[in-house]
């Protein structure tokens, strides 16, 4: 039982308080329910992947977005982490590709460019077709300092490179933002400058 | 009296839960607080950007068992231009992790608070490098380091024409002469140790109006990282990203 009061407890956004209380909803549901909930996280960890071109999930070797001929393959949107690409499709404002990140620099963690996947982003800004690259990293301190660092990467490299507006709340997560204040700060984005 | 008041410099945030976060702060009565800021990650919040890193902010804290709870927050100072340059923000960055590691939770220490909250006004205006590398030096100072730069720390022979500095010894707090320097140590040149005087001196106009090249700039600035690193027995992180 400690055990897995303590397994559940590592995971994100759950305390020991919450751990406890889904262990025990575990223990008192049918036998079936939690082989089906151990059986789906198996299984989900043996098919699931990182897309090799932009780094999101994948259950195979490219993810949906990257397989989908009918997107702009000179527009790239780079984010930090997958679950912001759900929220900036809600918005209805992109048709390009995206680049994940998989974080954001963070000095105090010690994060830095070489953690996350910016070598493969100047890999793909040189061999494909892209014209304009997007940051959308979260309006917070990580964000910008990762935005920063990527504008002064790729503005020499003679491509457009552009950073959501400011309207997005500041302070906040990006995949928490609303679709329409996301699609006017992806309408509203500015040129980045060298 | 549960809920307090206080000034306080964010230092760090991290992610707590779903949508808040826990925000540690130098503040200016009751040293570092850790405090819950509830639902900040919510665009909406009624934070806003208040509790990101380098902001001065005036609070109201619910005081807690292990961990406070930001009740209000209003902006003092926001440093926003730190935020415009990547080599300011992360010079801005390394000041907040040094005062993270040394500073004690609950320990009201309202000189520390004073530097931290002038040192980040001051590189948000002056946007030099100078300032938040005089800041690791005057911190040092203020946790009891003061380093020997006129003689040799460990012969204590003055330095002069005929004794010359030659390396830093962390463990022997100072500048070392040629003959006691075998052991080993950071080679420090004559110019660093110039500027590093003038910085422990609070002469750091001066250096800013004649500033050092940027070799002697980056010397001190390893030096002191170096030191730090010595004193808290931490690495400071950050650092490696200038
Ligand atoms: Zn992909
Ligand atoms: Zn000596």
Redesign the interface.
Known sequence: MQTLIDELGRL??I?PKSAQRIAYYLLKSPAEDANRLAGSITEAKARVTWCQRCFSIAEGELCAYCQDDRRDSTSLCVVEEPRDIVAIERTHEFNGRYHVLQGA?S????I?PEQLRVKELLRRVESEEVKEVILATN???EG??TA??LG?LLTPLGIKVTRLASG??????LE???EV?LGRAFEGRREVEA | MALYRDHGVVLRTSKLGETDRIITFLTRENGKVRAVAKGVRRPGSKFGARLEPTSNVALQLYRGRNLDIVTQAETLDTNRSLREDYALLTHAISMLEAVDQVAQERESDPVMYRMLEGALRTLSSEKSLIISVAFLWKLLSHEGFHPVLTSCARCELEFGDAVEPTTFDFGEGGALCSSCAAGGGRRISADAIVVISALVDARVRAVIDQPPSTEVLLEVEHLGVGALEHHSERRLRSAALY
């Open positions: 994100p956004g305390g620099i000095p105090i963690e010690g830095g309006p917070n301190i910008e300092a920063m660092y002064r997005l709340p500041v302070g906040g997560d928490y933002a609303d204040t």
